[in-house]
């Protein structure tokens, strides 16, 4: 029997999904984000569910993208391949006319934080870290950070936290408007959240996503081309062979700008 790395349940009106890779920290490799799109993409056109709720198996999130994997994407259309089923998921998950939700428990890291940031609300569990943290391997983040970066923070904030690669807590993370809520229980909060969108006019919370989304949709489209761009330029040069180097001897690496 083929493994599956996506768990959908349906409940009424709402899609919970659920990576399924916890030994690997929900990393997210080639057929975890196919399976991903396909779910999604079943969804978008079916009109009784009107939410769609993210979380990770085990006790994360989702640490990024699936770093062994990426590397062994040597040539240039292999990875641009890989690129753009990223950035067809991110297109998607942000423009899908549902209310979607991001229920972050452990780390939320690299394209992780992508994803939920693509999402219209992010829950936090308060002992959860976030990251975009691809500065330590001499690359630039994907999956539109760039772009939900900058919505929810600002440029300036938003530079500083790729520039830096620092991890977060939530706490910290809340402040930066990252993410929307800090709860103890994070089922919990799920459960008064979808409450909560049971009494409001979904159809009319909607609408407005639709508005929004298609005003910024072109704008997110050319930020992920340029990340795409901008990552396989990142990939060839000697800082980031050198952070891939450190990065698997477990030391601190040193850069030299090239």
Do not use: C
């Not at 079916?46 to 989702?62: A, P, Y």
């Amino acid at each position: 029997m083929k493994e599956s790395f996506i768990e959908m349940e349906l409940k009424e009106t709402v899609a919970f999904i659920r990576f399924n890779r916890p030994k690997s920290l929900n990393s997210f490799n080639t057929m975890l984000i196919m399976e991903l799109l396909d779910k999604l993409k079943e969804l978008n056109y079916v009109d009784e569910i009107k939410v769609v709720v993210l979380q990770g198996n085990g006790s994360n999130f989702s640490s990024g993208g699936d770093i062994k994997e990426m590397l062994q994407l040597k040539g240039e259309e292999l990875f641009f391949q890989a690129m753009d089923q990223i950035n067809e998921l991110i297109t998607l998950l942000y423009s899908m006319p549902k209310i979607t939700i991001s229920a972050i428990e452990g780390a939320a890291a690299g394209l992780g934080l992508s994803v939920a940031l693509a999402t219209d609300y992010i829950i936090s569990d308060k002992n959860s870290k976030v990251a975009m943290n691809f500065i330590g391997i001499g690359l630039i983040p994907d999956g539109g950070a760039h772009f939900f970066l900058r919505k929810r923070m600002g440029e300036s904030h938003a530079k500083k936290l790729i520039w830096e690669g620092r991890v977060l807590t939530a706490e910290q993370a809340k402040k930066y408007q990252i993410i929307d809520e800090i709860t103890d229980n994070i089922q919990t909060s799920i459960v008064e959240n979808l409450k909560k969108l049971e009494n409001m006019p979904l159809q009319a919370m909607i609408q407005t996503k639709k508005i929004y989304s298609e005003i910024e949709k072109q704008n997110l489209i050319d930020i992920l081309d340029l990340e795409k761009t901008s990552q396989w330029k990142m990939r060839q040069t000697k800082d980031h062979q050198e952070g891939i180097k450190a990065f698997a001897e477990k030391r601190k690496p040193q850069f030299k700008g090239e």
